[in-house]
């Protein structure tokens, strides 16, 4: 178990293959769907089947089981609008770990059942007006713990790259692009470092796109204030990070954005063509492919992350009906 200091180290590629190792002895592949897309046969991603319905898993667990054993004892403490809460409350629990979430207050009601189920103590904060980090920063400064950032954290970054590890497996090669969707960055700069060869597509919310502004103008960009409303609860970070940056600059492509009426239509798409139920941020980059905003040849693969949507949004959203509440 390493001790460094998430401050103090870089995420790698071997450490993307370390961390897709460990993976695979606690979690199945996921699996990798073809499907036809204007006419081009792609595949896509189902990390919707993870046991916690998203590939957050992936950084959760492979952060926490480097975690040295003082850290262990002393407790985990993340900021998620839910995926990454249950992937961090997942591994937490599984380790016997003490993990504290901070979540926002309209995160939806499924995603908090689904943290606290597993185990993790809530807190719950307001979007708009709180900075998440500075509550985490609160906690931890008062009670002690690790900080698991959702993005910005070496382990993590390495932990959700092994997807790209997994794809290249089931391929036989690796891919030539992988379309993503993107919201602080984390899978993205994963993907980068897993699959060397291939054409990193970052697909963000309209309004949303901190990572895609940020790789085009080489700095930080925050989010407009006030921040524009998006279907997308799952990608919609206030800023990246400069180690995201770091790793996507000169390796993604141009980034796009997707409004929510191009998500709802990929969400009722991957349900009548792939029986798949996807919640809105977990279909961004299929929402991309399917309006052709991304190129795509036959060995393109598309990310479809997460699947925890609220069950009325989603009806109403598989009935045609549009949904104005944040889900």
Same mark, same amino acid.
């Given at each position: 178990?390493?001790?460094?200091?998430?401050?103090?180290?870089?995420?790698?590629?071997?450490?993307?293959?370390?961390?897709?190792?460990? #993976?695979?002895?606690?979690?199945?592949?996921? $699996?990798?769907? &073809?499907?036809? %897309?204007? @006419?081009?046969?792609?595949?896509?991603?189902?990390?919707?089947?993870?046991?916690?319905?998203?590939?957050? #898993?992936?950084?959760?667990?492979?952060?926490?089981?480097?975690?040295?054993?003082?850290?262990?004892?002393?407790?985990?403490?993340?900021?998620?609008?839910?995926?990454?809460?249950?992937?961090?409350?997942?591994?937490?629990?599984?380790?016997? #770990?003490?993990?504290?979430?901070?979540? &926002?207050?309209? !995160?939806?009601?499924?995603?908090?059942?689904?943290?606290?189920?597993?185990?993790?103590?809530?807190? &719950?904060?307001?979007? $708009?007006?709180?900075?998440?980090?500075?509550? !985490?920063?609160?906690?931890?400064?008062?009670?002690?713990?690790?900080?698991?950032?959702?993005?910005?954290?070496?382990?993590? #970054?390495?932990?959700? /790259?092994?997807? /790209?590890?997994? %794809?290249?497996?089931?391929?036989?090669?690796? $891919?030539?692009?992988?379309?993503?969707?993107?919201?602080?960055?984390?899978?993205?700069? /994963?993907?980068?470092?897993?699959?060397?060869?291939?054409?990193?597509?970052?697909?963000?919310?309209?309004?949303?796109?901190?990572?895609?502004?940020?790789?085009?103008?080489?700095?930080?960009?925050?989010?407009?204030? &006030?921040?524009?409303?998006?279907?997308?609860?799952?990608?919609?970070?206030?800023?990246?990070?400069?180690?995201?940056?770091?790793?996507?600059?000169?390796?993604?492509?141009? @980034?796009?954005?997707?409004?929510?009426?191009?998500?709802?239509?990929?969400?009722?798409?991957?349900?009548?063509?792939?029986?798949?139920?996807?919640? $809105?941020?977990?279909?961004?980059?299929?929402?991309?492919?399917?309006?052709?905003?991304?190129?795509?040849?036959? /060995?393109?693969?598309?990310?479809?992350?997460?699947?925890?949507?609220?069950?009325?949004?989603?009806?109403?959203?598989?009935?045609?009906?549009?949904?104005?509440?944040?889900?």
């Amino acid at each position: 178990m390493t001790e460094q200091s998430a401050t103090h180290r870089n995420p790698s590629r071997d450490g993307v293959v370390a961390a897709a190792r460990a #993976i695979a002895e606690i979690l199945p592949p996921t $699996p990798l769907l &073809p499907v036809e %897309i204007g @006419g081009v046969t792609v595949h896509v991603k189902a990390e919707n089947l993870q046991p916690i319905g998203a590939f957050k #898993i992936r950084g959760g667990w492979w952060r926490l089981v480097n975690l040295s054993e003082q850290e262990r004892a002393a407790g985990v403490v993340a900021v998620s609008s839910g995926n990454h809460a249950q992937g961090v409350a997942w591994a937490a629990r599984r380790l016997g #770990i003490a993990a504290t979430i901070v979540m &926002p207050h309209d !995160a939806p009601q499924v995603k908090l059942d689904n943290t606290r189920a597993l185990g993790a103590e809530v807190v &719950p904060y307001q979007r $708009p007006g709180e900075d998440r980090d500075e509550v !985490a920063a609160g906690l931890i400064a008062e009670n002690g713990g690790t900080l698991v950032h959702a993005f910005g954290d070496p382990w993590v #970054i390495e932990g959700q /790259g092994s997807a /790209g590890i997994e %794809i290249a497996a089931q391929l036989g090669r690796e $891919p030539s692009r992988i379309v993503a969707c993107c919201g602080g960055g984390g899978l993205s700069a /994963g993907l980068a470092l897993a699959c060397p060869a291939s054409a990193i597509h970052l697909v963000e919310p309209e309004g949303w796109d901190m990572v895609g502004q940020a790789i085009s103008q080489g700095r930080l960009v925050s989010v407009a204030d &006030p921040a524009p409303a998006t279907i997308c609860d799952a990608l919609q970070p206030n800023v990246t990070k400069r180690i995201n940056l770091d790793l996507l600059r000169g390796r993604a492509e141009p @980034g796009v954005t997707v409004s929510d009426d191009e998500v709802r239509d990929a969400q009722r798409w991957a349900f009548a063509n792939m029986r798949l139920v996807i919640e $809105p941020g977990g279909a961004a980059a299929l929402a991309a492919a399917l309006a052709g905003k991304v190129p795509l040849d036959e /060995g393109s693969v598309i990310m479809v992350t997460g699947g925890n949507a609220d069950p009325a949004a989603f009806a109403a959203t598989i009935a045609g009906e549009a949904c104005a509440t944040r889900v």
